[in-house]
């Protein structure tokens, strides 16, 4: 075999993060003992019934067989713009301020791409989801991390961003509800940052896959539904979450007509078409009820008090996330967030995703994820308890 070495952008990637937690999961099966694995984010449940039902049907239909648009089909378009009004309250032109892709982790590595040049700064927060240094690394673009910090709710502050960082910054990337630490935005923090983007002319994405999960009442907001939005953001949204489709791959952009054009033309040359029946499944899961959406986060909220409560009892003094299905705990003093997920793994066989893989500011806190039923996050706060670290 002749070895062929890859591009340099191929190798500046990193191993994806997720990947290395598969691979430690892996070698915990090897051993034989019952691992809990709360370290994923894939959703454990099935996806509700009528829209499995919904891709069935459209399976049998000869015209989902061929190629469909570039741009994706009518209808799908107008059910997004349907949904965006219902949710939202946001007005949207079907034609001009949509793409639809595979995931949004295509829209959140694509878009980046369309928007950055080589050398570039792209604004992220640490922590943050890790495939934003991947996007990045794709653009050829520099990062510039913004603190989130617990003291302000895990916002990011504008003010901190040097003069010649900020001079170089073309694209600002928010995810609120924020993987991993839970938080949510506020009206005020969107405001701030469209007023921010605005005066600096910088676009922005906010990574919306959590729009569905605000636990307490707290319905997510939009970044859309802040005055003058549509100047400078785009939103990117998935059926991941909200529906369990995870495996079903569907995303979908919306927001400034500019960037949604650019996409587009990109999305032709790397990604071609998304295929027609899962279009149609998901104009079906944003139309009808969302019964199964309100359902589901019921669920994860239970889930989060099953866990939380019980992590207080037994003396951790941890904070509850206010939305996604993801808990940011601080780690026990004496311990960094490798030495205190590997503790849980020895010790409690427990998988946990160690903070430090979000960004630095992640390494005084693990991550804990809801995809798992009440019994096993109940028995896991039993194994915790076991190990005596609280008073
Ligand atoms: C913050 C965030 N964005 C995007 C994604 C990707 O979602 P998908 O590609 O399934 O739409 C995930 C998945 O876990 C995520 O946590």
């Not at 780690?331 to 030495?339: C, F, I, T």
């Amino acid at each position: 075999m002749v070895y062929f070495q890859p591009s340099e952008r191929a190798q500046k990637l990193s191993v994806n993060f997720f990947d290395r937690l598969d691979n430690k999961l892996a070698e915990s099966e090897q051993t034989g003992l019952p691992f809990i694995n709360l370290s994923k984010g894939n959703p454990d449940l099935p996806t509700p019934e009528h829209i499995v039902a919904s891709l069935k049907a459209a399976v049998d239909q000869p015209k989902n067989h061929a190629y469909p648009p570039f741009l994706g089909k009518e209808n799908v378009r107008l059910a997004i713009t349907e949904f965006y009004k219902k949710e939202y309250g946001v007005l949207l032109d079907p034609i001009n301020e949509i793409a639809i892709f595979h995931g949004s982790h295509i829209g959140i590595t694509g878009i980046p791409q369309v928007l950055l040049n080589p050398g570039d700064y792209m604004l992220i927060t640490d922590p943050c989801y890790p495939i934003y240094y991947s996007s990045a690394t794709l653009s050829q673009a520099k990062t510039f991390a913004l603190p989130l910090e617990e003291s302000n709710r895990f916002l990011p502050d504008y003010r901190c961003i040097p003069g010649d960082v900020l001079k170089k910054a073309r694209l600002l990337m928010l995810n609120y509800p924020n993987n991993p630490t839970g938080a949510l935005a506020t009206k005020d923090f969107f405001r701030k940052t469209i007023d921010f983007a605005r005066e600096h002319r910088l676009p922005v994405i906010n990574d919306f896959a959590y729009a569905s999960l605000g636990f307490d009442q707290n319905k997510p907001l939009s970044i859309l539904q802040t005055k003058h939005a549509k100047s400078v953001a785009v939103e990117v949204y998935t059926l991941s979450k909200t529906y369990n489709m995870a495996g079903w791959r569907f995303g979908f952009a919306v927001g400034n007509a500019s960037i949604i054009k650019a996409f587009n033309k990109f999305h032709t040359h790397a990604y071609s078409t998304v295929f027609g029946a899962v279009q149609d499944a998901a104009a079906c899961a944003l139309q009808s009820s969302q019964k199964c959406a309100i359902n589901l986060l019921r669920i994860y909220q239970r889930r989060r008090d099953v866990l939380i409560d019980g992590l207080r009892r037994i003396g951790w003094k941890v904070a509850s996330p206010p939305g996604t299905f993801f808990a940011w705990l601080r780690v026990p003093a004496g311990y960094d967030s490798q030495s205190f997920s590997e503790l849980l793994f020895q010790k409690a066989h427990i998988v946990v995703a160690p903070g430090i893989g979000f960004g630095e500011k992640g390494d005084s806190f693990i991550r804990i994820s809801l995809v798992n039923s009440e019994e096993v996050l109940a028995e896991a706060v039993k194994r915790i308890e076991a190990l005596h670290l609280f008073k």
